[in-house]
């Protein structure tokens, strides 16, 4: 497996560097389709791996994830290495969003990033929802855009509404979908049509003018709602 997997679109208009979640790689179904849809939609993505993950295609073993500051730093030089002029934008799925926004200010105040993207962001462990990872999205000021079913366990609408979330973050509510963005048979809704809706949702927010101003309030889309 090569160090990258590259999705770019003929003339490219924005790039996502976008990294897995904590338990699947980054060629996993779910990174995949993100992938190629979004670069239908004229974005480029690059995909990476965190170094546990890597390692466990060689080491034969489920390694657990680095530590937060090995992360960190690997998400930083995986930025660093980005040297064109192409809007750049970082995020991931669940862990690796939540990596990326830890690092987000810092990047956006030094003009390497444009903004953030982070699809079924971890606002807490599975289980323990008093234990908030939202300290930090208080005070953001980088543009960032939440993807999110609205029954996920690591962050539900009913529970991320009593939130205290800066204006600079918005959300987008997928219905009923769980932390993969999977409805309920009964709903009438496919997390395939989900899929597409974030990859919409996504490209609208890289590509519309940057100089708009996000709002905390959710954004519209096919399968999402306010």
Known sequence: MSEYLINRPKAPRARFLCAHGAGAPMDSRFMQVLAQGLCALGIEVIRFEFPYMAQRRTGGSRRPPNTMPQLLHCFGAQIARQLDDLPLYIGGKSMGGRVASLIADESFEKGLI??????????????????????HLAGISCPMLIVQGDRDPLGSCAEVAGYELSHAVEIAWLEDGDHDFKPRRASGLTQARHWQSAQAVVAQF?????????????????????
Not at 117 to 132: A, N, Q, S, T
Not at 206 to 226: E, F, K, N, V
């Open 206 to 226: 890289m590509l519309r003018s940057r100089g708009s101003q996000a709002t905390a309030s959710c954004i519209g889309g096919p399968g999402a709602r306010r």
């Open 114 to 135: 444009a903004g953030l993207v982070c699809l079924g962001y971890p606002f807490h462990p599975r289980g323990k929802p008093e234990k908030l990872r939202t300290q």
